[in-house]
């Protein structure tokens, strides 16, 4: 082996030495364990929500070998994400990198399927921007892998040849492929699954379809289509607003709308509380109306 190989080589066992402590065995589903990580040291799990298949008793195998029971404290189909507590103390959590990831650098995912700690090594095949799951979950930055997807991956940690931290495993947002749900996202909804067991999304009360403008209003409103009102639930924001069956939503907060996810930047958690300009076609005429963003409590089942 050469001197660059043994190098690579001695770093990816320091790192696996350093992160694997933070990696637990979830046994939460029928056909096997899968795998989590320590979110704190007092005995706060996340694990994917996918692998979860019950509430309680649930049994966690911890990095000294020992077993604990956990509950579920709450969850996020939408970004695959359930978060778990265990009567534990001390667990070790991991070192969480804070930026600096780049296409090309070498990475370990890590799983606990057993008793000990299991590495794949791989390279950071695509970096991108915010993204939308097909449930409508905001993750904050696109991480893909080409590590290959081992027993109990999703639920794992994935790490540099530092043994920091990059994110939780996920192969079950897109299927087939190897992604890692980044830090800036676990933390939001862990936090938010701490407080309230569930991520809390803002509600307008509409239903809608893309639909395509006549030539003289698309040239009348300068775009070629909208969003056509196919329903609107009277105790609503969209409702209280006087939004009606028929009405064509232009744009909202000054992005046009093309597709019904292009409202889903609007019931973001933080936009709760907080009135949106609507530019809405109706009878030929345009007008602004002012929708207030409703609350709505995500429910989410076992997956």
């Known amino acids: 082996m050469s001197a660059m190989g043994i190098e690579l080589s001695e770093a990816s066992a320091a790192a696996v030495e350093k992160a694997g402590p933070a990696v637990l065995r979830v046994e ?5 364990p899968s795998s989590g990580l320590a979110w704190s ?10 692998n979860v298949e019950w509430d309680e008793d649930i049994a966690i195998g911890l990095a000294d070998g ?22 534990v103390s001390g667990l070790a959590v991991p070192d969480w990198r804070k930026d600096g990831v780049k296409a090309g650098h070498f990475v370990l995912a890590l799983t606990r399927p057993g ?14 921007e915010e993204w939308r799951t097909a449930a ?6 696109y ?14 940690l994935l790490v540099d040849l530092s043994g920091q931290a990059l994110g939780m495993n996920n192969a079950g947002l897109m299927r087939g492929t190897s992604l890692a749900l980044p830090p800036a996202t676990l933390r939001r909804v862990v936090e938010a699954l701490l407080a309230h067991g569930q991520v809390r999304r803002g509600f307008i009360g509409i239903g809608t379809i893309p639909v395509r403008l006549p030539a003289s209003m698309a040239k009348a409103t300068g775009q070629d289509g909208g969003l056509l009102v196919t329903s609107v ?6 409702g209280r607003a006087g939004l009606l069956l028929g009405d064509v939503l ?27 300009s609507v530019r809405v076609l109706r009878a030929g005429e345009t007008r602004d109306v002012a929708v207030t963003i409703g609350a709505r409590e995500a429910r989410g089942g076992r997956g």
């Open 28 to 32: 939460a589903r029928r056909r096997g």
């Open 41 to 50: 040291a007092d005995g706060v799990i996340v694990a994917a929500h996918h």
């Open 66 to 87: 020992s077993t604990a029971q956990a509950n579920v404290v709450g969850r996020d189909p939408t970004t695959d994400v359930a978060v778990l507590r265990a009567p």
């Open 115 to 128: 008793r000990t700690v299991r590495a794949s090594l791989g390279v950071v095949h695509a970096l991108g």
């Open 136 to 141: 409508g979950g905001r993750v904050d930055r």
């Open 143 to 156: 991480l893909q892998t080409d590590v290959g997807v081992q027993p109990a991956f999703s639920g794992g």
């Open 233 to 238: 639930q009277d105790d609503s924001g969209a």
């Open 250 to 276: 232009l744009s909202a907060g000054g992005r046009v709308l093309s597709s019904p996810g292009d409202l889903l930047p609007l019931v973001e958690e933080d936009r709760i509380g907080q009135a949106v």
